[in-house]
């Protein structure tokens, strides 16, 4: 990429089509002032802020949507889905959770016409949610059929020699991931094979949730939101940024809640190269509880920080139906992709 195209100016200006990676992308941002191509006539800057149609753009955007289909993954189903692996019980008594997790690189369309190639555990980004009880004993068969050495890390308590650092598994090879889940609370795993950056950034990341033994209070909806980048230059920098890592997903396909229900979301920051991420609800407040790990939330507001591998769980509920942006509050994320909408049914 030309250096004084930063990263910063890279989607205003079109990047995709800039770059020559776009095929079928068509690029909504019309918001660039400074960088357009010049123009006899200025043009108020303001007029600008429209999207084809003539409408006002409340958020710069992508036209058309990417291929799920082909990616095998969506992310509205990655919001829901919760694998609670093969269970069965021990002989003492104990629930065992067995998964079997294939590091597999994956070439993924993260923007219409704009491919990835990602690496994947199990083909998806983020991973699988791993989810169970404390005090469940969770064994993971962990195959890498990539081209490089990888591993799974996984946030939580447990041996040394399950922590997923000093056993690069090779490639072909596998290992047997076994410990028992505790403490209770939002956790992650990831590769831990260096350069670490790039392990994680292309993909090798899922969440880990470990409930209490007595439960949660009863939601009406709970959602697993992975925070991440996308850098399709591999330049170390970021271009797009998103949650469940297709950017401005959620914009296209608003999450749809049920008024006065009971929303939890187990929210992960995995982004690498930039320091810090937020979540920020529109026209609402939420509890806060962080690494959900309390049953006391730490707070009530509206904006939460995270750096790097920092989670937690918000707990909130709407008490009017209608649409409501959720977004960074790093808004620079949000005008590249980390954006979304609440649809809440009365
Ligand atoms: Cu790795």
Not at 9 to 29: M, P, S, Y
Not at 231 to 252: L, M, Q, R, S, T
């Amino acid at each position: 990429m030309n250096e004084s195209v930063t990263r910063r100016k890279f989607f205003q200006i079109g990047g995709a089509t800039a770059l020559g990676l776009a095929g079928t992308a068509a690029l909504v941002n019309a918001c660039a002032p400074g960088v357009s191509a010049p123009s006899p006539t200025p043009v108020p800057a303001h007029t600008q802020h429209v999207g084809p149609n003539g409408d006002a753009l409340f958020m710069p955007g992508f036209v058309g949507e990417v291929d799920h289909a082909a990616n095998g993954f969506n992310p509205s189903d990655i919001l829901t889905d919760f694998d609670y692996g093969k269970v069965s019980t021990l002989p003492n008594g104990q629930t065992l959770r067995e998964y079997r997790i294939n590091a597999v690189t994956k070439v993924v369309e993260v923007a219409p016409g704009i491919l990835y190639e990602a690496w994947t555990y199990n083909g998806r980004v983020p991973g699988p949610t791993i989810r169970c009880t404390e005090g469940d004993r969770i064994r993971i068969e962990f195959v890498n059929g990539t081209e490089h050495a990888h591993s799974m890390h996984f946030h939580g308590v447990h041996h040394a020699n399950m922590d997923g650092v000093y056993e690069p598994v090779p490639v072909g090879g596998k290992f047997v991931y076994e410990f028992d889940a505790e403490p209770f609370g939002v956790h992650q795993y990831h590769c831990h094979v260096f350069p670490l950056a790039e392990h994680i950034s292309r993909g090798l990341y899922g969440a880990f949730i470990v409930d209490p033994k007595d439960g949660w209070a009863k939601a009406e909806h709970e959602f697993v939101m992975v925070q991440n980048g996308v850098d399709i230059d591999f330049d170390g920098g970021n271009d797009f940024y998103a949650v469940n890592f297709i950017p401005f997903h959620f914009d296209k396909n608003p999450i749809m809640l049920k008024k006065d229900g009971l929303v939890r979301i187990f929210l992960i920051n995995m982004l690498e190269f930039d320091l810090v991420n937020s979540f920020h609800i529109h026209a609402n407040f939420f509890n806060y509880y962080p690494t959900g790990t309390s049953r006391t939330p730490s707070e009530y507001t509206d904006t939460i920080v995270q750096g790097q591998a920092q989670r937690g769980m918000l707990e909130f509920r709407y008490k009017y139906p209608g649409k409501y942006m959720f977004h960074a509050h790093v808004t620079e994320f949000a005008e590249l992709g980390w954006t979304g909408v609440f649809q809440v049914e009365g």
